[in-house]
């Protein structure tokens, strides 16, 4: 999945935080998106702070840091 996010008018303004999804399958509509907000930004909109999030909803572990499984055995090789 992928997600734009971005913050449009004050952002002392609550909802100013905005965002759009996109599926699995839409990198290049999410990445069209993005770069139209930041044309809309740079053609004085007041827009900004805009990102492209991703997160792989196949992946085999948790995200963030965690510790290995049990079974796990990975080890550096060293000359």
């Known amino acids: 999945m992928f997600v734009v996010y971005w913050l449009g008018g004050n952002p002392d303004i609550e909802g100013a935080a905005r965002f759009k999804r ?20 740079a053609d004085g909109d007041d827009i900004g702070f805009v990102t492209l999030c991703s997160e792989n909803p196949h992946a085999v572990g948790k995200p963030g840091v965690a510790d290995p499984p049990a079974d796990y055995d990975w080890k550096k090789r060293r000359r």
């Open 22 to 41: 996109f599926d699995e399958n839409a990198l290049a509509d999410a990445l069209r998106f993005a770069e139209a907000l930041r044309k809309r930004q």
